[in-house]
């Protein structure tokens, strides 16, 4: 890709750590200011540190509609008009459907889906306004091969992520039209904290076994992938990406 960063204006939710966090100081080192969205205050504001000042950061949970709204208005006012939003933000907690913990469905529900509802419909008008200005305008999922996959005990997590999938391909056909291109970047398994708050030990302890079984990958390489994703030209969307580890199939 030719095109780099310099100029852009993006957010990042679920920016304390894992894919979040690479994907902030991808985009940065490429030129853009990145705003970091995340509930831990001191991871972000850290991560921001680290950064420069190109980097915000924005205490918000995705879950809640107003907090989004919030943190949307006070990227505006310090950056100006977003054009770019990676909706990164994701629990997975799994459990035998018949003895899950209905909180945690709900968590998986607020986080996976309303968080990507509420992010998305937090900025779409700075990105047609992007787009109808000619500018590249780029809205990025971060799903799962989790979307097409049968994993046992993760029926809801998977849902969720399928969720995603059919979302992304819906708001292509509404929004690539008129200049945005949506996307949806699919990790496999990756070196993250993503399950770590599990609270059925077997099923906790079985991730940690899968994820020592192959090399998994880093948060980095979906990093990359986003960032190569979003440099295209601005005629290219590449709409899905799946990124496995090499010894996953």
């Known amino acids: 890709m030719t095109n780099n960063l310099t100029g852009r204006v993006a957010v990042i939710t679920g920016a304390s750590s894992g ?7 991808q985009l940065a080192r ?24 190109d980097a915000l950061a924005m205490v918000a949970d995705v879950g ?17 008009p977003v054009d770019l939003v990676v909706a990164n933000a994701g629990v997975m907690l799994a459990a035998p459907f ?19 509802l509420y992010t998305g419909r937090a900025f779409i008008d700075d990105l047609l306004a992007a787009a109808s200005a000619g500018k590249q305008a780029d809205l990025v999922l971060v799903g799962s091969i989790g979307g097409h996959t ?27 039209p008129r200049g945005v291109r949506v996307k949806n970047i699919e990790p496999g398994f990756v070196g993250t904290e993503l399950g770590a708050g599990m609270r059925d030990e ?6 940690e076994q899968w994820r020592t079984q ?9 990093a990359d992938a986003v960032a190569y994703a979003v440099s295209a030209p601005k005629r290219v969307n590449v709409a899905e990406l799946i990124v496995v580890p090499t010894h996953q199939g």
């Open 19 to 25: 894919i979040g966090a690479a994907t902030a100081r």
């Open 30 to 53: 490429g030129g853009a200011k990145v705003a970091l969205l995340g509930r831990r205050k001191d991871r972000i504001e850290e991560l921001a540190a680290e950064i420069g000042g």
């Open 64 to 80: 809640d509609q107003q907090s989004v709204r919030d943190a949307a208005a006070t990227v505006r006012a310090a950056f100006g």
């Open 98 to 116: 018949e003895s899950a913990l209905t909180d945690e469905w709900d968590q998986m529900v607020g986080t996976n889906i309303n968080g990507l």
């Open 150 to 176: 049968v994993f046992p005990n993760y029926a809801v997590y998977t849902a969720t992520k399928a969720a995603v999938a059919h979302l992304t391909r819906n708001l292509r056909a509404e929004f690539g």
């Open 202 to 207: 077997q099923q906790r302890a079985g991730l």
């Open 214 to 222: 192959i090399e998994i990958l880093e948060p980095g390489d979906i």
